[in-house]
């Protein structure tokens, strides 16, 4: 076993809430990080605060995906951890649903993890200790109205996950999804101001009447929550954790 000073990571949408949080952490365990993220002079600054080394890519894109494994390859000398975390969100009835947002969700937050991880694969197997965490959330196991392509991409990503967990293992690397509940990030905050606009409620409200209430724990998650599961799962002591699918969701799903 290596020790962690020798490992690199690449997270995905790693500029802003729960990738933020999760690239702190495996900065602070001792890897050395790249973040992927949108073009954005935010993102790059961010990074570049951090001391992360920034890819800028359009998960959208089929083309960036394999040139974001690349450039981090090139930068940081290997490629030990993958997270997948970018995504976001778009609320509308299915009969509503715009069909240019539906393709482009389910690239950024299905397609493009499978071809990271595809592009990838030869470094996680060379790496002897190889991790893939898969952010998927409390609605790839459940759904809600409205939220169609989210919670389709999200179901196809745990079963993302258990196929590459059974087809990595004799590569002796991992692969893992985590599913959180609702995380205070600048997500979840557009979320609440959205509904509590068209609910007519206030945004405590919608935190505890809409978002919570559901919930055995009525408070909403911190990202460095998501990132200390994401620290272990990574860590040599996961070695046997693999095609394992990690609720954090305050018990939302226990009903
Ligand atoms: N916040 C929650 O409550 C919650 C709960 C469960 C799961 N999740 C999942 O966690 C992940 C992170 O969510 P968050 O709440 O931190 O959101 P966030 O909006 O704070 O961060 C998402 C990041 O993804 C990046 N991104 C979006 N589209 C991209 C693209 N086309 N190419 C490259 N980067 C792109 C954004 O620029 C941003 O930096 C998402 O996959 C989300 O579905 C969040």
Known sequence: MTSNESRTALVTGGTSGIGLAIAQRLQADGLKVAVLDLDRPQARGVAREQGFTFIAADLSRREDCRRAVDET???????????????????????????????????????????????????????????????????????????????????????????????AGEQGFTVNAICPGYVRTPLVEGQIADQARTRGLSEQEVEQKVMLEPAAIKKLLDPQDIAAL????????????????LDIDLGWTAR
Request: cysteine-free; glycine content about 10%; hydrophobic content about 50%.
């Open 73 to 167: 390859v090139a930068a940081l000398g290997g490629l030990d951890v993958l997270v997948n975390n970018a995504g976001f969100q778009h609320i509308d009835p299915i009969a509503d649903f715009p069909e240019d947002i539906w393709d482009t969700m389910l690239h950024v937050m299905l397609t493009a993890p499978f071809l990271l991880t595809k592009y990838a694969w030869p470094h996680l197997t060379r790496s002897g200790q190889g991790r893939v965490v898969n952010i998927a959330s409390i609605h790839g196991q459940v759904a809600s109205p409205y939220k169609s392509a989210y919670i389709s991409a999200k179901h196809g990503l745990i079963g993302l996950t258990r196929t590459a967990a059974l087809e």
């Open 230 to 245: 994401a620290s272990y799962v990574i860590s040599p002591a996961a070695w046997g954790m693999t095609g394992a699918v």
